[in-house]
């Protein structure tokens, strides 16, 4: 099946600091990539979807100014997690899916800590 | 809204023993349901999905039955490898194609002993 790979696969930083992940479609074209977000032993709560080419759409609940979503090309969104916080410690998962691949492929997620 | 709810884990199984993690859901409208599987260090991987109602699913020696009048979509496997343990997410979406996101259950994590 096709790979996405997200990078960092964990990162530690200070609270106020901002933190930027990587979501790649590997050898795909993804119009369409998803961001999601698991804390322990819950769920997968998808936080925004994201077009190629167009604005982040966010769930309710989800600060757009918070998390910044860009899906400036076909293989790369990237999900900014500004002025971070400990609430903000997750575990981030992207999904991508587009042209003749109908289903989603998943990263194997980044592990978020803020001190 | 659209919501999935699983059986609660930590499920633990004998190998070929039988396997059944229930899954239910709720929906306005007629929903694709896919089971999906993460293995230790691993990204979700699509095991299995149905589109419509009476759609048998079935991978790896996994099945699941899209059942509207039960509004389930349990995933049963008649016997277990060591290799199966993982956890398992029962999964949503409102349309059949990928350009939908998912709306996930907890998961389920299954230990199979040998």
């Known amino acids: 099946g096709a790979v996405v790979s997200q990078h960092p696969s964990w990162v530690i930083c200070k609270s106020g600091t901002s933190v930027k992940i990587e979501c790649r479609s590997l050898?795909?074209?993804?119009?369409?990539m998803f961001w999601y977000r698991q804390f322990p032993k819950q769920s997968l709560m998808l936080m925004a979807t994201?077009?190629?080419?167009?604005?982040?759409?966010?769930e309710q609940g989800v600060e757009k100014d918070k998390f910044l979503i860009n899906h400036a090309s076909l293989t790369l969104s990237t999900l900014t997690v500004t002025s971070a916080h400990p609430e903000d410690s997750s575990f981030y998962i992207c999904?991508?899916?587009?042209?003749?691949?109908?289903?989603?492929?998943f990263g194997p997620g980044t592990r978020l800590t803020v001190l | 809204g659209d919501s999935v709810t699983q059986m609660e884990g930590p499920v633990t199984l004998s190998e070929e023993a039988f396997l059944t993690i229930n899954c239910t859901y709720t929906?306005?409208?007629?929903?694709?349901l896919f089971w999906y599987v993460q293995y230790p260090g691993e990204g979700l991987q699509l095991l299995l999905k149905?589109?419509?109602?009476?759609d048998k699913g079935s991978n790896k020696g996994f099945e699941a039955t899209y059942r509207k009048e039960t509004t389930s979509f349990h995933l049963e496997k008649g016997s277990v490898q060591v290799s199966d343990s993982a956890v398992y997410f029962c999964?949503?979406?409102?349309?059949?194609?990928?350009?939908?996101?998912?709306?996930f259950g907890k998961g389920t994590s299954l230990l199979v002993t040998p």
């Open positions: 999904s991508a899916s587009g042209g003749a691949v109908n289903e989603q492929f």
């Open positions: 050898d795909f074209q993804a119009t369409t």
């Open positions: 994201s077009n190629e080419g167009s604005k982040a759409t966010y």
């Open positions: 929906a306005t409208g007629y929903p694709s």
């Open positions: 149905a589109t419509k109602a009476d």
């Open positions: 999964a949503l979406s409102e349309g059949s194609n990928s350009g939908y996101a998912l709306n």
